[in-house]
């Protein structure tokens, strides 16, 4: 029986992922790595610095990079992304969302948040959806990312649920591979190519209701 939700946010709650993106477009303009449109769906779900060795071994440049200069790429892209972060408002919401919330809140589904980012918190404010959430779990506190199955297994921990009885929303592949680990239901929101494995997909985050879920489990 599903007694819990734990959800991503990039690409599930907000459009941030395109946020994300133009920010390291940025970034790979400065280091020399030509922006391929696959660098944006690669780049889903992945932390910070391991988002920024992803560019750096795209590019041309086969200059070593200290650990120092690195971490002020990320700093530098961080700095462009919170810019964009501070003109969202309840509108940058994506379709449906609130009122899957709403509806989990009514039938007393509890909801953790399981983001890689740690902007997460900010954004949820931006958003005003913080309340929403009885469970964040802290990406600081983690030993590893996305596709490792420690923050969807941490999420149903902190819900004081088994991995079985919680289901898994994800935009990127890693986190639906991530879900997969953890032994949740997976659902998968965005093109089915990309989101292979998992158990039941969504085009849309319009299409993200209880009634359809339950139609599919
Ligand atoms: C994930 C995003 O949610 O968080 C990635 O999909 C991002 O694009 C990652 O790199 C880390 O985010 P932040 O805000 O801590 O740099
Ligand atoms: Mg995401």
Same mark, same amino acid.
């Given at each position: 029986?599903?007694?819990?939700?734990?959800?991503?946010?990039?690409?599930?709650?907000?459009?941030?992922?395109?946020?994300?993106?133009?920010?390291?477009?940025?970034?790979?303009?400065?280091?020399?790595?030509?922006?391929?449109?696959?660098?944006?769906?690669?780049?889903?779900?992945?932390?910070?610095?391991?988002?920024?060795?992803?560019?750096?071994?795209?590019?041309?440049?086969?200059?070593?990079?200290?650990?120092?200069?690195?971490?002020?790429?990320?700093?530098?892209?961080?700095?462009?992304?919170?810019?964009?972060?501070?003109?969202?408002?309840?509108?940058?919401?994506?379709?449906?969302?609130?009122?899957?919330?709403?509806?989990?809140?009514?039938?007393?589904?509890?909801?953790?948040?399981?983001?890689?980012?740690?902007?997460?918190?900010?954004?949820?404010?931006?958003?005003?959806?913080?309340?929403?959430?009885?469970?964040?779990?802290?990406?600081?506190?983690?030993?590893?990312?996305?596709?490792?199955? %420690?923050?969807? #297994?941490? /999420?149903?921990?902190?819900?004081?649920?088994?991995? &079985?009885?919680? =289901? !898994? +929303? %994800?935009?990127? #592949?890693? /986190?639906?591979?991530?879900?997969?680990?953890?032994? &949740?239901?997976? =659902? !998968? +929101?965005?093109?089915?190519?990309?989101?292979?494995?998992?158990?039941?997909?969504?085009?849309?985050?319009?299409?993200?209701?209880?009634?359809?879920?339950?139609?599919?489990?």
């Amino acid at each position: 029986d599903i007694r819990g939700f734990i959800l991503d946010l990039d690409g599930v709650i907000s459009n941030t992922s395109v946020l994300h993106s133009r920010a390291w477009q940025q970034i790979a303009h400065k280091v020399e790595t030509p922006w391929h449109p696959k660098l944006s769906e690669e780049l889903k779900g992945v932390g910070r610095m391991d988002s920024l060795n992803l560019i750096l071994r795209r590019g041309r440049r086969r200059v070593k990079y200290s650990l120092e200069d690195k971490v002020r790429l990320t700093e530098e892209k961080n700095k462009l992304y919170i810019e964009l972060v501070n003109k969202m408002t309840p509108d940058d919401i994506l379709p449906g969302i609130k009122k899957f919330l709403d509806s989990l809140k009514a039938n007393h589904y509890p909801i953790a948040l399981a983001s890689a980012s740690r902007n997460a918190p900010l954004v949820l404010e931006k958003l005003q959806l913080t309340d929403y959430f009885d469970q964040i779990v802290d990406p600081a506190k983690l030993r590893k990312g996305k596709p490792d199955p %420690e923050i969807f #297994a941490t /999420g149903a921990k902190l819900l004081g649920l088994l991995p &079985e009885e919680c =289901i !898994g +929303i %994800e935009d990127s #592949a890693v /986190g639906i591979t991530a879900i997969n680990a953890a032994g &949740e239901t997976s =659902i !998968g +929101i965005g093109a089915r190519h990309v989101l292979r494995d998992a158990h039941i997909n969504f085009a849309d985050t319009r299409d993200l209701t209880l009634e359809n879920i339950k139609k599919r489990l």
